[in-house]
């Protein structure tokens, strides 16, 4: 599968299970916050194992980095990465707490992050259900916070588990003035990305 | 009389969060566990009038903690509280013998709505 091209047509029906999966995940957002969420179509794309810890250091600063496993008809690891300075403005809003006030992580704001990233990276799994027909669960989150390179170590022995391919999904939220984008990566098995490509053929055809 | 719930949840953020919308409406929070076998333990010794439960927790999962509990206690009023909101699961929960699921993110409206049909105020 490595370096393998998508056809046009599976390009769309990822893009637009990603915009499913996007859509979702915004609702909830907005849902847990109580603001409004602008979501601006999502970048979908599938990139070598290679390059994924290219995307993590790209962030200059600590991030926070919601971690789980996914189990059932797709088995993969997903990790969604968060700056610090947005998660901070999150929990504020999240806790009702007056702007700039959270400036470090209490148990409860890990615990608020690691519930993000479940129905944020749950989302995309309820669509992945809704859209092409598999059904999968996620773990328990686990959650790190640290300087991208560190972050990039630990998940380091994971990444040796998963297939030569991950999905990059780079969500582009806006909350008022504030960016609140996420960047998620899903890493599948080898055999599951197989299943989802498969998967997305079938839903092609039968539409 | 104010309902006695218990919560289970891995994340206390999300035990915080459903604290604060049934305290006020009424109900009296009883226990909390962090997992499904704390979730049981506490069941069988704390015998609620309602018990909420997520789906994905360490040690034993929701569905699990679910059929485990309806085994002793037929009539256990359960809700299932899970951000994945697959059908399969969803059915897979409600045979298991949960009476209502709630998908996460949750409304005040909505999760009290839900706990009123099954427990009333």
Not at chain 1, 141 to 166: K, W
Not at chain 2, 2 to 18: E, G, Q
Not at chain 2, 39 to 63: C, H, N, Q, S, W
Request: charged share 25%.
């Amino acid at each position: 599968m490595q370096n393998e091209k998508l056809s046009d047509s599976q390009r769309d029906a990822l893009k637009e299970l990603s915009n499913i999966g996007a859509g979702s995940a915004a609702t909830a957002l907005s849902q847990l916050l109580g603001k409004d969420i602008k979501l601006n179509v999502p970048e979908v794309t599938i990139i070598p194992i290679e390059k994924v810890n290219e995307k993590i250091a790209k962030h200059q600063q600590i991030i926070a980095a919601v971690y789980l496993r996914i189990y059932g008809e797709i088995q993969a690891r997903a990790l969604l990465i968060l700056p610090q300075d947005k998660i901070f403005y999150i929990i504020d809003l999240l806790t009702k707490k007056k702007l700039g006030t959270t400036k470090e992580f209490g148990e409860i704001e890990q615990s608020a992050i690691k519930e993000i990233g479940n129905i944020i990276i749950s989302s995309y799994l309820n669509a992945l259900a809704k859209f092409i027909g598999l059904n999968s669960v996620p773990s328990v989150p686990a959650l790190a916070v640290d300087m991208a390179d560190a972050i990039i170590q630990t998940i380091s022995a994971e990444l040796a588990e998963v297939g030569p391919d991950a999905f990059l999904i780079e969500n582009e939220m806006t909350e008022e003035e504030n960016d609140l984008s996420t960047t998620l990566l899903i890493l599948p098995e080898m055999a599951s990305m197989k299943k989802i490509l498969k998967a997305l053929n079938d839903t092609i055809k039968g539409s | 009389m104010s309902k006695k719930v218990l919560l289970a949840d891995d994340a206390s953020f999300m035990r915080m969060m459903l604290k604060n919308i049934l305290e006020p409406a009424g109900y009296q929070i009883v226990g909390e566990a962090s997992n499904g076998r704390e979730a049981i333990e506490l069941y069988r010794k704390l015998k609620p009038d309602l018990f909420i439960t997520d789906m994905i927790m360490p040690e034993v999962g929701g569905i699990d903690v679910v059929k485990e509990v309806i085994k002793e206690f037929p009539n256990a009023n359960i809700i299932i509280c899970s951000a994945i909101g697959q059908q399969t699961l969803v059915i897979e929960a409600i045979q298991a013998g949960a009476k209502d699921y709630i998908v996460k993110p949750f409304d005040q409206a909505n999760v009290l709505e839900t706990i009123n049909k099954i427990v009333g105020t």
